[in-house]
């Protein structure tokens, strides 16, 4: 199976920071990484596919790189309703997904 | 719109079984493979089950392989998901979720229901 690993678990940071969550893949996956955005209480909403492709609607502060193992998230400046838990998952294996552990975005 | 309602989500005795529902609209559905995905209550999310769009493929993880399955009614745009023997580590929010792909193959998962609950407790 392949793990999928985030870091880090949690982060404070203050409205128009740059943030940036990483995810690490077991195993190479190439670029079948996808990220999604979930607020309290909500769904989870997709913001990234494949790696670096920006799902429709979604502000362009957001961008994802990477390739193989190493993956990267960031938020190029920090809005309130950026506040959230932030989750990775792997489709190389598809159907067989498998996702990261979460970030978590806070308030400072 | 694209929308996927669950439904069916209850407070159930451990060993008991349940079944929930995810009513589609706004796409055709019979083109589209399905997925569930759960999240414990404080916790991430967790893959338990694929269907494919004709419904003859399923996959599931192995925490719940042998006591859930998923199916799904094309005629009906509804995806089900039958639970048995369940176990109080089954608490969960249960969402379903279309697979998209793009010309790669590569697969994701949008959109996502809003999710029905599942309380398994004495």
């Known amino acids: 199976d392949i793990q999928m690993t985030q870091s880090p678990s949690s982060l404070s940071a203050s409205v128009g920071d740059r943030v940036t969550i990483t995810c690490r893949a077991s195993q190479s996956i190439s670029n079948y990484l996808n990220w999604y955005q979930q607020r309290p209480g909500k769904a989870p909403k997709l913001l990234i596919y494949g790696a670096s492709g920006l799902q429709r609607g979604v502000p362009s502060r957001f961008s994802g790189r990477g390739s193989g193992t190493d993956f990267t998230l960031t938020i190029s400046s920090l809005q309130l309703e950026d506040f959230a838990t932030y989750y990775c998952q792997q489709s190389y294996s598809i159907p067989a997904l498998t996702f990261g552990g979460g970030t978590k975005v806070e308030f400072k | ?122």
């Open chain 2, 1 to 122: 719109e694209v929308q996927l309602v669950e439904s069916g989500g209850d407070f159930v005795q451990p060993g008991g079984s349940l079944r929930v529902s995810c009513a589609v609209s706004g796409f055709t559905f019979s083109d589209y493979e399905m997925n569930w995905v759960r999240q414990a209550p404080g916790k991430g999310l967790e893959w338990i089950s694929y269907i494919s769009s004709s419904g003859i493929t399923t996959y599931y993880a192995d925490s719940v392989k042998g006591r859930f399955t998923i199916s799904r009614d094309n005629a009906k745009n509804s995806l089900y998901l039958q639970m048995n023997h369940l176990r109080a580590d089954d608490t969960a929010v249960y969402y379903c979720a279309r697979v998209s792909r793009d010309s790669a193959k590569r697969g994701w998962l949008d959109p996502w229901g809003q999710g029905t609950l599942v309380t398994v407790s004495s």
